[in-house]
């Protein structure tokens, strides 16, 4: 419970106007998978917008407990698990990735985006705008990813220094549907090919 009190408390609120934006980019009606779905933000957004069936997969337990706590429906299933090791049996009309390919090597981020690619026809990223903002905002993005830690910061200076989301969309063969800048973040919904 404090885990979830922690990233609800501090992170959630930085993050909720960029997942209501999200949430906009989804048909009613579709069947999403989120890879690192957190606490289940995006979750909660998509169940009240209508979305047909939801699976959210992340690698800690503490924050799949606390996205159950806010998304209890049979069509909505939060698995604690590997997403790259999983068997999934399901196909979906969306994959999203939300502020989630900046923090992991880009080997690792392709390697996600290609089982990803496998199980969906569009895949929605949400991250980092490159280059970000100067000021505060900027600052700020800056100092969080900081304090996240030692590799987390080296995988967020690499993201920026390859071009962040749009170097991951051509290296994927992706076909941009729809793209969107809001504050800090990009928001790009890609075709699978």
Request: contains cysteine; charged residues 20%; hydrophobic residues 45%.
């Amino acid at each position: 419970m404090a885990y979830k009190n922690w990233y609800d408390i501090l992170i959630s609120p930085l993050l909720s106007g960029l997942t209501k934006r999200i949430a906009l980019q989804i048909e009613e009606g579709a069947n999403l998978l989120e890879v690192g779905c957190g606490t289940g933000e995006l979750a909660s957004a998509l169940h009240y917008k209508g979305v047909k069936s939801y699976l959210g997969v992340d690698l800690t337990p503490k924050m799949i407990e606390a996205a159950r706590g806010k998304v209890a429906h049979p069509n909505f299933t939060f698995i604690a698990d590997d997403f790259l090791i999983i068997n999934i049996n399901s196909q979906f009309n969306y994959a999203v990735f939300s502020m989630i390919i900046h923090s992991v090597d880009e080997y690792l981020a392709n390697r996600l985006i290609c089982k990803a690619k496998a199980l969906s026809s569009m895949i929605v990223f949400a991250d980092y705008l490159v280059p970000q903002p100067k000021g505060f905002k900027g600052f700020l993005v800056k100092l969080i990813e900081r304090l996240a830690g030692k590799e987390h910061y080296t995988n967020f200076t690499y993201f920026k220094s390859i071009g962040g989301i749009d170097h991951f969309v051509r290296t994927n063969k992706l076909t941009i549907v729809k793209q969107l800048d809001y504050e800090v973040f990009r928001i790009v919904v890609t075709a699978v090919a």
